[in-house]
């Protein structure tokens, strides 16, 4: 069964920095995108960003490029999303999804399997 776990949620500041990491079980790990979307208070879901799983491209929604970097260590089933330069509008339940097949999906609910989400709140 397919498992995805997100861990690293918490409090920061404004201008901070905190690093979520998306544990996958369950799967062949290297046959799958892996995404992280966010749900802020007030809206739907909107994409945060994406890696590939055979040439590990990466895209971004514009509200978070240049500020976070997703990564993968396939070794550890493991995708990272660095968030740099964190802003109150950040505030949101972070998740990870997972996507059968090499490319990154064209939307959230393209998505096959979701993690349950952590936290992040960003205030001063």
């Known amino acids: 069964q397919l498992q995805l776990v997100e861990s690293g949620g918490g409090l920061v500041q404004p201008g901070e920095s905190l690093t979520l990491s998306c544990v996958g079980s369950?799967?062949?790990?290297?046959?799958?995108?892996i995404g992280w979307v966010r749900q802020t208070p007030g809206k739907e879901r909107e994409r945060v960003g994406c890696i590939s799983s055979r040439d590990e491209h990466t895209i971004y929604d514009d509200s978070v490029k240049g500020r976070f970097i997703i990564s993968r260590d396939t070794a550890k089933n493991t995708v990272y999303l660095q968030m740099n330069s964190l802003k109150p509008g950040d505030t949101g339940v972070y998740y990870c999804?997972?996507?059968?097949?090499?490319?990154?999906?064209?939307?959230?609910?393209?998505?096959?399997?979701w993690g349950q989400g952590t936290q992040v709140s960003v205030s001063a």
């Open positions: 369950g799967f062949n790990w290297n046959y799958y995108a």
């Open positions: 999804a997972a996507k059968d097949g090499y490319v990154c999906p064209g939307s959230n609910d393209k998505y096959d399997d």
